[in-house]
């Protein structure tokens, strides 16, 4: 075990590198880590971590799959290829990326071997790569989570990730390459982030970039609904005619700006 800023970070073996993907669009997905630093207090991921140490301390520990590249490398000799999810149940531009680097060396794999990634991230580290994705025309896409563009509220949400500007700069570097863009406006969170003034701004930028907004409502999970949790208020004021409102006003602005925008992941693993 290593400590990295104030993450305790643990390597671990792994049997597969990609599993099958139930979400929309997707063949298969790649998480080569466990956890997240990132720390964000809805994020769904902890529900379907099996690893209790992590999911009981989340935001706290990670666990680095040090195989995962070699077992990926097998995997694509066999699998029929499509399009991969890269960090479907963790980031996987996480801070610890940038030591490490297995996303970047199992991007490397996928894209030589014929398959197609979609990447989803709250960090700007993935501009490192995009070397790689001017390499691979037509081949990559990439989306960055934005719940908020204020700070002191991202803080709150998202204490270890990176603040909401930084992502917008990032998806703006990454569209001038010409590599296809999205934004993932969720959760959306009754009474926090799901004011006019968020999806005016939100649907502007994607306008600006020509980016695809998806949009997805705040789905409560039981560690949500303990008296000690931070969102434990808020979600107790979702509700359908809440819903139906906000996202009619999402689809309002969508119209106007002429952008294409569409409902969350059906999946929860996907949007954390």
């Not at 995997?75 to 990326?97: A, C, F, H, N």
């Not at 398959?115 to 081949?139: C, E, M, W, Y």
């Not at 949400?157 to 990176?162: C, K, Q």
């Not at 107790?236 to 005619?241: A, D, E, P, R």
Request: charged share 20%; aromatic share 10%.
């Amino acid at each position: 075990m290593v400590t990295f800023r104030g993450l305790r970070v643990y390597v671990t073996s792994v049997k597969t590198a990609l599993s099958r993907s139930g979400l929309p669009d997707l063949d298969y997905s790649l998480n080569p880590y466990i956890g997240c630093g990132h720390g964000c207090i809805y994020c769904y991921a902890r529900q379907y971590t099996g690893n209790k140490m992590v999911s009981e301390n989340w935001g706290k520990i990670v666990f680095v799959k040090s195989n995962i590249v070699a077992i990926l490398m097998r995997e694509v000799r066999k699998l029929k290829p499509g399009t991969v999810g890269v960090g479907t149940i963790t980031d996987s531009y996480q801070p610890v990326e940038a030591v490490y680097k297995l996303t970047r060396k199992s991007l490397e794999v996928l894209l030589s071997h014929g398959f197609k990634v979609s990447i989803q991230t709250k960090n700007p580290l993935v501009v490192r790569d995009t070397d790689l994705f001017a390499r691979n025309p037509g081949k990559v896409d990439v989306g960055f989570t934005i719940t908020t563009l204020d700070n002191k509220l991202s803080s709150f949400l998202e204490p270890s990730s990176p603040p909401p500007r930084a992502r917008v700069e990032a998806l703006r570097k990454i569209t001038a390459l010409g590599v296809k863009t999205w934004i993932f406006y969720g959760p959306i969170i009754p009474g926090l982030n799901d004011d006019e003034d968020t999806v005016s701004n939100l649907v502007e930028i994607a306008s600006e970039l020509g980016a695809t907004l998806y949009y997805d409502p705040l789905h409560v999970k039981p560690f949500m609904n303990r008296n000690d949790h931070p969102l434990n208020n808020y979600v107790k004021t979702k509700t359908m005619n809440w819903w139906t409102k906000v996202s009619r006003t999402i689809l309002n602005y969508c119209m106007k700006n002429h952008i294409e925008c569409k409902p969350g992941f059906t999946g929860d693993s996907r949007g954390g």
